[in-house]
Structures are given as C-alpha cells and as structure tokens.
C-alpha cells in the first residue's frame, strides 16, 4: 500500500486544468450531484446546474455562486452558451432519463457530456483516496471514516451520499491529500475507480433495475475489487467471504485470523460496548455511541480504513467516541402529541430489518431516549421504485410483520414506468397472509395516508417512517403542530 504522502501541488493544479472552465450539472440538487458541484465551485470551476425541485441544497449551491435554473429546458443551455461558449461540459446521473430535454439539446450541440461517476473518477485520482462500495452501510461508513479522519486533524475532503453531522453537509472541502468518497453500485459506474483503499461493507442483491441476479453484481463488485490497491472486506457477509478475496478483512463475529475485530459485548438501544483486536490481539473497550449490530459492523469497516491510512488508533478514539450517524439513518425528529417519532432511509428487506430491530430493543429495554417510554411499534414505509417491490413484496412482507401497526404508502417510483399489478396493496396482501391479524393501512394517496395515521395512532407509540423517497416531506406535512418538540442528541441510524 502507498504512503499517504502529499502529492505535488504543481501536479495536482495541472491535473484539475483538465476539465473545462465550466460545467454544468442536469439535476443538481441531488445529493451525490450536489456535492461534486460544490466540490468543484470550490476548486475555482464556474458551475452551474438545473433542478425543478426547490431545496436549501440548491439555496446553498446558489450562495456559493453556482447559477440555478429552477426549470429544465432548451434556454437554461442557449444561456450557458452565450456566456460561455462551447468548451463546457454537461454532467448527468443515472437518474437522467434520455429524453430529457437539457440532455437533448446537450447532444444536438454535441456537447461534451459525462456521467457523475466520471467526475468522482476525476476527482479521486487527485488524491489518496478511501473508497465505500456495498449493498448498504456505504452512507454511515463513508461517514464515520470523514468523523474519524476529522477528529484525528487529517480533514479530508469528503463526497458523501448523506448529510454528514460534524459537517452538518454532504462534503467537506480541504487542501489536504486525502479524499473519502461513496461507490456507487446501483448503475455499475464504480469499476470506473481505482481507490488507494477500497471498503465492501456487505453484499446482497439489490438494485434490480440494473442487474439480473446476484452473479450479475458479484461481477460488478469483482471488477471494482480488483482496481483498489488494498481493499477491505467484510467477513460476516457470506457473498463476499464466497466470492471476493480482500487484502484485510474486518469481523464483529470472529477474531482468529481477521484483521479487524470488534466484539460485542453489551447492547442496547442507544450505545454498544464492544472488545477491539488487531490481527487477535486486544487493544482496548470501545463504546460506540450509536445502536444497532449493523452499525458495529460499520464502525470497524471505518477503523479498519482508518488504520489502513496510518491513522494511529490512539488518535481514533476521540472520534470513535463522537460517532453519530447521517441524516435520515435512524434519526430521532422528537414527540408528536406524545408518540416518539423517528425516521430511516431503509428501502430494502434488509434495511427494514435493522431498523425495525433497533426500534424493537428501544421498547423491550424502555431505555430514557425521551420523555416516554414507547409501548408499540408503529411503522410507515414508502416502497422505492416498481422494480424493487416486484422483487422483494414478500421479503418486504415479512419484515414489516414485525411491527404492531402498519402503513404502507403507494410508491415512490423514482422515475421508473409503473409494472402493471405492482402496488403497495400487493405488500399489504403478502402481510395479511403472514400476519392476519395485523391491523395494516394501504391507502391509495399519501393524504389519505396522513388522515389515517391520525386517527389509528395512540400515545407512546413509536413511529418509526422509513422509505428513500419523499416520506420524509409527506410527514413532515403530519407533524407541523410538533408541539411538545424535544431535542434528542445525536442521530442514530441505519
């Protein structure tokens, strides 16, 4: 593995002098789009985007002068090019359809266009970089390792698909020569990275717009897997201990012939207190102040890639102590007419069952998180695109039966074409049949979703929302008259 020596200022000014003066970005306000744009208005490119949904994202975008177009269409790039001229470049995610009318006219132009991977591709090879791929845990690894960095004075810069506490954003800018970064694996983009050091956190089929079945990701994984210089492994994760050979591995089960360890040794809905090894020698208790297995398992992929960068571990524990997780990961929002509410990104069966299991222990072990101590699990889940739920309506099932009440809201289709007979009613039926006398809601719109949670929610429930969607908004909408609002510190999350 490479030292983490800086790399020669003059190399690096000429590197950066490769992309034209500006760029812009179709669908800025995205949050990994987001964050390359302000990396790069930062690094002195003139930048702009468009984005047809109004945020603070593109409010900050705008204060650190990147131009905003609030529509998408042929004049936002007749104006680019009358100040600009020709030597732009366009930038599109995956969420770009083809017939988008700014990437047509990019075309008809024959602009140059590019996807964000290839910009992220740009900007890793700028400096050492740390690497998160995996089906989930990428967001709080990616996280933990900018917190951890940050406490230990090496302030990298950061492009994270989450907004990150310390940073209270979604990137972190600095003239240092260490970049931490998510790969992305939902679209295959991320064989285009050859990291210093790459994290997997864990494999599982996901994504199933993009590929046809497990073996088809496990390819994906293999090609990203062999462009890391040193690649860190998870080696409770069947799929990869099966299928990908890493330099290190890392464990939460197991010491004899791993890595990186940590054990857990007390739990409960708040914290873990957990025995660290090194190559199975002991090094020191750690609590990790955030819940959740899955979480301790994210927490020793970012010390494993912390020490791989010759972070030493006495400068680590700082940090380690001040974890706290990204928004929308198990985020405690505070009481409404006395029933705890909390919200997760969680969109896959997976997901659903770390979330519900967090808030599971929180009710059994009636820990002080608020003023109540939650009697009932409430849980609102929004599906993620068609393809998702036709793939997984029984998983999802089957996770959601672990609840007391349940909604489920109609789906998010995140761009893609309805499939006939796929709705959040095939959930709820596949519910029933687990569970039938689970008292389940499926409206047919989310404002009859918010009347409905209204009237069958009950004081000391814990409501737990969770869908990588607009629920979040939807709520919000519920929980304006958040009275007896109570600030909870810290964000916990899956």
Same mark, same amino acid.
């Given at each position: 593995m490479k030292s983490y020596l800086s790399l020669d200022t003059e190399a690096k000014l000429k590197k950066l002098q490769e992309l034209p003066p500006h760029i812009h970005f179709i669908g800025i306000g995205g949050i990994g789009m987001s964050a390359l744009a302000m990396i790069l208005a930062k690094n002195g490119y003139s930048i702009s985007g468009s984005d047809q949904k109004k945020s603070s994202t593109l409010n900050e975008l705008a204060k650190n002068q990147v131009h905003i177009f609030l529509t998408q269409e042929e004049s936002n790039i007749d104006e680019i090019l009358k100040i600009h001229g020709k030597n732009i470049l366009v930038v599109k995610s995956s969420a770009i359809r083809e017939n988008n009318v700014e990437l047509c006219y990019a075309k008809k132009y024959n602009l140059t266009i590019n996807h964000r991977? @290839? =910009? %992220?591709?740009?900007?890793? @090879?700028q400096k050492r970089s740390i690497i998160v791929s995996g089906s989930h845990g990428k967001t709080t690894t990616s996280t933990y390792i900018t917190t951890l960095l940050s406490y230990a004075n090496r302030n990298p810069t950061a492009i994270i698909g989450g907004i990150v506490p310390l940073y209270k954003k979604n990137y972190n800018f600095s003239d240092s020569d260490l970049l931490i970064a998510e790969a992305d694996e939902s679209d295959g983009s991320l064989v285009k990275f050859s990291p210093n050091i790459g994290v997997i956190t864990n494999l599982e089929l996901e994504h199933v717009d993009h590929y046809k079945n497990l073996e088809d990701l496990i390819k994906t994984m293999k090609k990203f897997a062999q462009k890391c210089e040193c690649l860190i492994t998870n080696f409770d994760c069947a799929n990869l201990k099966n299928n990908i050979q890493g330099s290190k591995w890392f464990s939460i089960q197991k010491i004899s012939n791993i890595d990186f360890s940590l054990i857990p040794i007390e739990s409960n809905g708040c914290e873990i207190i957990a025995e660290y090894y090194e190559k199975e020698k002991f090094i020191d208790v750690i609590k990790v102040p955030v819940p959740g297995i899955h979480n301790l398992s994210n927490t020793i992929a970012a010390i494993a890639a912390c020490r791989q960068a010759r972070i030493l571990f006495k400068d680590l524990k700082k940090g380690i102590e001040n974890l706290e997780l990204p928004s929308r990961r198990f985020e405690y929002k505070g009481l409404w007419k006395n029933r705890l509410i909390v919200e997760d990104y969680a969109h896959h069966p997976s997901e659903i069952d770390a979330a519900i299991s967090i808030a599971s222990t929180i009710i059994k072990t009636k820990n002080n998180l608020s003023k109540i101590s939650p009697k009932r699990l409430v849980t609102i889940f929004q599906p993620h695109r068609y393809s998702r739920t036709k793939e997984f309506e029984k998983e999802f099932a089957k996770s959601l039966s672990k609840s007391d009440l349940v909604f489920i809201a109609p789906i998010y289709s995140a761009g893609e074409d309805e499939?006939?007979?796929?709705?959040? &009613?095939?959930?709820?039926? *596949?519910?029933?049949?687990? &569970?039938?006398? /689970? @008292?389940?809601?499926?409206? #047919? !719109?989310? &404002?009859? /979703? =918010?009347? /409905?949670?209204? *009237? !069958?929610? +009950? *004081?000391? #429930?814990? +409501? %737990? +929302?969770?869908?990588a969607g607009d629920i979040n908004i939807i709520c919000e909408n519920l929980f304006l008259d958040l009275i007896n609002h109570e600030s909870i510190s810290g964000t916990l999350a899956a």
């Open positions: 991977s @290839e =910009i %992220l591709a740009f900007l890793i @090879e499939i006939k007979g796929i709705n959040n &009613k095939t959930i709820g039926y *596949e519910l029933k049949k687990l &569970k039938p006398n /689970l @008292e389940i809601y499926t409206p #047919d !719109h989310n &404002k009859k /979703l =918010i009347k /409905l949670i209204k *009237e !069958h929610t +009950i *004081e000391k #429930d814990l +409501i %737990l +929302i969770m869908g």
